[in-house]
């Protein structure tokens, strides 16, 4: 079950960061904040996941907050291609991964 | 080369019939699954195997079953196909049952 919340849709201007929110205010202290992304016809990829402190990798950067009540996924720099659907996910180690409905993220030119 | 392929990509086939879909990970993991995406695009588990054993089952009619020759290698067939199942599944692999999940590129069935 999906224990989190995030905004339908977002558009972002290309070449702007774009910043996906994600509501999880039920969070366990033991379960990690995962990303995943789904651009169209393709599988799920995963993108980054942090359990209190703040990560970055070469694709996206995830803040959460203090209280681990939210997070933010943040795309640096959009391009077209990173047009997708952003998946939220909360999950303690050795559980499922149980998608929403995600976030549609359209960048536009 | 690609991490989590699954075979075929495209399916179309009758009501009735029985299919497979193969899935193979070449990433040495101990741990694979099949989701299965509806034409809502809700993403849902069906099946998790850790070194070829059923770990997790969700509520799927036992039309499906899954089979698990090695690690690598988790295929899915499906008997007396209905309508319904028309959807793309899934395969996906993880290092073990507490680690990211990564995922193939899906086998889009349709049931005519």
């Known amino acids: 079950d999906a224990k989190t919340t995030q905004p339908p849709s977002m558009d972002c201007a290309e070449g702007r960061a774009a910043n996906l929110p994600c509501n999880h205010s039920?969070?366990?202290?033991?379960?990690?904040v995962y990303w995943y992304r789904q651009i169209h016809s393709q599988g799920p990829q995963y993108i980054i996941h942090?359990?209190?402190n703040n990560e970055t990798n070469e694709m996206a950067s995830l803040i959460i907050t203090e209280d681990r009540k939210s997070s933010t996924l943040i795309l640096p720099h959009a391009t077209l291609r990173d047009t997708a659907v952003y998946y939220c996910?909360?999950?303690?180690?050795?559980?499922?991964?149980?998608f929403g409905t995600g976030t549609s993220l359209t960048v536009i030119p | 080369d690609t991490a989590v392929s699954q075979t075929p990509k495209y399916l179309v086939t009758q009501m009735g019939n029985d299919k497979s879909i193969k899935c193979e990970q070449n990433?040495?993991?101990?741990?694979m699954y099949w989701y299965k995406q509806d034409s809502k695009k809700f993403l849902k588990i069906m099946f998790s195997?850790?070194?070829?054993?059923?770990?997790i089952n969700e509520t799927v009619p036992n039309r499906f079953s899954p089979k698990s020759p090695d690690k690598a290698h988790l295929n899915l067939h499906i008997n007396s196909l209905e309508l319904g199942d028309s959807a793309v599944y899934f395969c996906?692999?993880?290092?073990?049952?507490?680690?990211?999940?990564?995922f193939g590129e899906g086998s889009w069935l349709t049931v005519v």
């Open positions: 942090g359990l209190k």
């Open positions: 990433l040495g993991h101990d741990t």
């Open positions: 996910i909360v999950r303690a180690t050795g559980n499922q991964f149980y």
């Open positions: 996906a692999s993880s290092l073990d049952l507490g680690n990211t999940i990564y």
């Open positions: 195997y850790n070194n070829k054993e059923l770990i």
């Open positions: 039920t969070i366990s202290g033991n379960e990690y």
